[in-house]
């Protein structure tokens, strides 16, 4: 009999939103009627089709694909250079210096901000703040590590700063953050920076939603604080950017500053651990998939996704504007396509989750499957169409009146 991970016990049984599909399923089987107007506003999934100029670019993947002398098999495992340099350039744009070689492009940051624990070892205090997206802490999980919480609370506007007294060797950052669309300021992050320095600790800084900052003080990027290319790894991805929820792209930034000592003394390059177990473990992202990013960080990709990005937008507003109209504190709406908000009458999130499921077929995400900072929260997203959203903010609004 084999011996098998443990760890796993440690899990709760199912992930957060595999777990709220399941009950989502089980309410429409037993409420076939009021499953017909249910509305989705859970998990952070886009809705909006695909940019055309994308489209284009993934038909040029699928032209070359049908031909001998274009065909492409195995591709490099950390992308292609035209990926790569596309990645790089997009940077660029935004006045941040990305080298060529620190880039890998991948199916997704989720797996990368769970492969990662792949290139760490056992013994490191790792910090994560709760609440959080929950992949960060079950892939720790599963590896038998666990981690030390930074409280995200009312109070600090869920933006946990550095505790000095607390050594760290490891630091997840999420910024603008899931699941409370909190952004960290340039300020707050040089702090960060700083503090990973000082402790020679890495920052995992995953910055998936970048994409929804409109402020141009808020930071889109780590690489943007001084000091952050000799601490900090970045991932992020185009599921939200350019909606490639379903197509599966992602990147993640491994600068080749980071280089640390193992116990022998020897010296060890995070990028050329990455590169090994990247090559060893996955095989690229399809050609025809990488033909259509490229075109997402062109000029044209750029603008047709800001219409995209500007679509959800007004979403997020929608569901701020509700909130703030029947006064619910909440957090988020601005700079990321999330809505944090306390839930009402004191309820805990996941009564909350079926009293709205039950009342008005509207489905969220209870903040309890963030972390215990999160049991008197929920989060609504942005991504769904405009018209369900409105009619959605339309029965919330009749939900509360009902139950002051
Ligand atoms: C979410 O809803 O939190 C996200 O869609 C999850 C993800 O990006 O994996």
């Not at 780590?222 to 185009?238: K, N, P, Q, T, V």
Request: net charge negative; proline share 4%.
């Amino acid at each position: 009999m084999p011996k098998l991970n443990e760890n796993y016990l440690k899990l709760k049984q199912n992930y957060l939103f595999a777990d709220i599909r399941h009950r989502i399923d089980s309410y429409c089987e037993s409420h076939p009627e009021e499953g017909k107007r249910l509305i989705r506003l859970g998990i952070g999934d886009v809705t909006l089709p695909l940019p055309e100029a994308v489209i284009k670019g993934l038909h040029e993947g699928v032209d070359a694909q049908a031909n001998a002398a274009t065909f492409r098999g195995y591709g490099p495992e950390q992308g292609y250079d035209e990926t790569r340099h596309a990645i790089a350039a997009y940077y660029k744009k935004h006045g941040i210096d990305v080298d060529f070689e620190a880039v890998f492009v991948s199916d997704g940051a989720k797996s990368d901000t769970g492969n990662i624990t792949d290139i760490f070892g056992n013994g490191n205090v790792i910090l994560c703040p709760d609440p959080v997206y929950p992949v960060y802490v079950d892939t720790n999980t599963m590896c038998g590590r666990d981690v030390v919480y930074m409280n995200g609370t009312v109070d600090n506007g869920f933006l946990p700063m550095p505790d000095k007294s607390i050594h760290a060797d490891l630091i997840y950052i999420c910024s603008p953050n899931n699941p409370t669309g909190a952004c960290y300021t340039r300020e707050q992050l040089k702090e960060w920076v700083d503090y990973a320095l000082e402790n020679e600790a890495v920052i995992l800084f995953d910055s998936a939603y970048e994409a929804f900052i409109s402020d141009p003080e808020l930071p889109r990027s780590i690489y943007e604080i001084e000091g952050a290319r000799r601490c900090a790894i970045e991932f992020c991805s185009l599921s939200k950017t350019a909606g490639f929820t379903g197509t599966r792209l992602g990147y993640t930034i491994v600068p080749t500053e980071l280089v640390f000592k193992a116990s022998d003394g020897t010296e060890m390059s995070l990028n050329a651990m990455w590169a090994r177990r990247q090559s060893t473990k996955f095989n690229g992202v399809s050609y025809i998939v990488q033909k259509g990013a490229e075109v997402v960080f062109s000029d044209a990709g750029i603008a047709a996704c800001k219409e995209n990005l500007d679509y959800y937008k007004r979403n997020a507003k929608v569901i701020a504007d509700t909130m703030r109209e029947c006064g619910v504190t909440f957090f988020g709406g601005i700079n990321s396509p999330y809505i944090w908000f306390e839930c009402p009458c004191g309820m805990e999130s996941w009564e909350f989750f079926d009293h709205m499921l039950n009342t008005i077929q509207v489905v969220g995400t209870p903040g309890a499957g963030f972390g215990e900072n999160g049991k008197n929260f929920f989060r609504l997203t942005s991504f769904g169409s405009y018209e369900k959203t409105v009619e959605a903010m339309e029965r919330f609004r009749d939900m509360l009146a009902r139950m002051k």
